[in-house]
């Protein structure tokens, strides 16, 4: 997809017609200096014809009136055909900025986790926010550059009807001049492309410095480091990349601002010694040589803004060509009731670099029942994560099967199955309002979850929206449980939900809230350290280094094992006070 195709597939007959009205306005405009020079070519002693050409307009005596009343006429049509064709193109670019987002939107929502996991969001958010914006104002351009374009055609044809001679030399001049401006573009390009390179890591460089700036303030030679090593030299980078490419155009197209004058000088003071010109020839040809210095220099004045545009272009092609899709049934269908989720030899492995086989977790079987409460426990590394986002059908295994019921997951069942699924991660995000547009029956409800996880005071629901998030890291995470809970789902999965939370919290949610999910029916699963609470379980799965080591589903053994963790938790805390 090339700039132009971008640009005239949105709205093909009204480019069409935009193009056909700039090329008039070209046309007018260099239409514009035979008529003035007609106007002042007449003789001034035929007194005859200066009298009979004079009328009173406005209490102003024109001269020449029909002449005049023909130029008023091409500047009042140049102004209407330019303005309609620009703003009609602009209306063009607009659409198109907002189509690419959507389409990169779109593909955004459709690509699996782990390929957006891998491209980086600092990457996917400066495409959104830059790139487009870039690829936009390099359309932006196509007005004037096309009316521009055509005005040079007009006034290179005026030069070939006054003097063919003079005409193949200053064609011949543009011409070497133009190929010698590009010369120093084509060098500007590959810093403007490696500058557009560096902005990636810059912006990932600033994400590190937003969300880790709590670790930073905590250790000051990191601080250092990172502000040294980090950012300041990604900054440095991306700025130098771009000023000296930004230096090498604006010396080019200062060179190709000059292009038209010494072409003036060359044919006023050197041509004419070796070619025979009259006056008005001289006269006519400098006018056009000064006339068509101005769309020349908007010429070129436009090519930064189009290698911008075309690096920016590149950039969303590539990421449109890496971004797979899941290439999944996209419709919704209802499942076949179920009661318990087979997990079948399931196994998952990362790809590292270059093909490499990254951390795998499985083979292990296991099954997740309706009306049962599941912990999952394992230390840093064990896999616990991975499991999560197989859990919730993020992951789709590399071998083995997952199958809720007799529903197998597949391509043609993944989405509807993913709709029985509600989740809370330990980096959940959580939105500024109700997305499922149930807000307005469940008011009695949502009111009664605000009170009991005490955020009724914090936060109130007006046409589903939140009145606020800026809430503490605990309250947000209860606002997220009460948005799981309305929608009631089937599958329960919480990542370290109450990592944060206070004791009472965490009272409340293993021994009130998880209980009443079991009563309704729910599958839940607990990924926790919380050893102290595992007594609600009637399942513990225990993962090492991604295999299943232990699967514990003996009520008396989760007992003892509960209470031998709180024994020593409890030892420790008297120790330590």
């Known amino acids: 997809m090339t700039l132009f195709d971008a640009f005239a597939k949105q709205a093909p007959n009204k480019v069409f017609f935009s193009i056909c009205l700039g090329a008039l306005s070209g046309v007018s405009y260099a239409f514009l200096i035979p008529i003035v020079l007609s106007s002042i070519n007449n003789d001034p002693n035929d007194i005859t014809q200066s009298v009979e050409s004079v009328r009173t307009f406005l209490s102003f005596e024109v001269s020449n009136y029909a002449m005049a009343a023909l130029f008023l006429f091409v500047c009042v049509f140049i102004v209407f055909s330019r303005t309609i064709s620009q703003v009609m193109l602009t209306r063009v670019a607009a659409d198109m900025t907002s189509v690419l987002r959507v389409k990169l939107y779109k593909r955004i929502l459709a690509a699996p986790i782990d390929a957006l996991d891998k491209m980086g969001h600092s990457k996917l958010i400066n495409i959104i926010t830059m790139d487009v914006g870039r690829i936009v104002g390099g359309a932006r351009v196509f007005p004037d550059l096309l009316m521009n374009i055509v005005t040079i055609v007009g006034l290179l044809s005026f030069l070939m009807y006054l003097n063919i001679d003079v005409f193949w030399f200053v064609l011949g001049a543009i011409t070497f001049g133009i190929i010698t401006y590009q010369v120093p573009i084509l060098f500007s390009n590959r810093y403007f492309a490696h500058a557009r390179q560096k902005n990636d890591h810059l912006m990932e460089s600033i994400r590190g410095l937003i969300f880790g700036i709590k670790e930073l303030k905590l250790n000051d030679t990191k601080s250092k480091a990172y502000f040294k090593d980090v950012l300041l030299y990604n900054e440095h980078e991306a700025v130098k990349a771009d000023k000296t490419g930004q230096t090498i155009v604006r010396a080019s197209v200062n060179y190709g601002d000059m292009i038209s004058f010494f072409v003036i000088g060359i044919v006023c003071f050197i041509f004419i010694n070796y070619e025979a010109m009259s006056n008005d020839e001289l006269v006519g040809v400098v006018m056009a040589l000064l006339y068509i210095t101005g769309p020349i220099a908007l010429v070129i004045g436009a090519i930064p803004s189009f290698l911008y545009a075309k690096i920016s272009l590149n950039k969303v092609n590539q990421i449109l060509a890496e971004m797979p899709d899941e290439d999944i049934n ?248």
């Open 330 to 577: 996209e419709t919704v269908e209802v499942l076949e009731p179920w009661n318990t989720i087979h997990f079948s030899d399931i196994c998952y492995q990362y790809k590292g670099e270059d093909s490499a086989e990254g951390f795998k977790i499985g083979p292990f079987s296991f099954t997740i029942d309706k009306s049962t409460i599941t912990f999952i426990v394992g230390g840093n590394g064990s896999g616990k994560s991975t499991l999560s986002k197989l859990l919730t059908l993020h992951h789709m295994p590399s071998t083995g099967s997952i199958s809720f019921g007799n529903t197998l997951v597949d391509k043609s069942t993944l989405k509807s199955c993913r709709q029985t699924i509600t989740s809370i991660y330990s980096d959940y995000y959580l939105f500024d309002r109700l997305l499922d547009g149930n807000g307005a029956e469940n008011m009695d409800k949502i009111q009664s979850y605000l009170k009991e996880l005490a955020l009724d005071t914090k936060v109130t629901i007006d046409d589903g929206k939140f009145s606020t998030i800026d809430l503490s890291d605990g309250q947000k995470r209860r606002l997220a449980l009460l948005v799981a809970f309305l929608e009631d789902k089937e599958f329960y999965v919480f990542d370290e939900w109450a990592a944060d939370q206070d004791p009472m919290f965490k009272e409340f949610f293993y021994y009130n809230l998880l209980p009443q999910l079991k009563m309704k029916g729910k599958a839940v699963v607990i990924i926790s350290h919380d050893d102290r609470y595992f007594d609600i379980a009637d399942k513990i799965l225990v993962l090492d280094s991604g295999e299943l080591i232990d699967c514990i589903t003996d009520k008396k053994v989760i007992k003892q094992r509960t209470l031998h963790r709180t024994i020593i938790s409890d030892n420790n805390a008297l120790k330590a006070s």
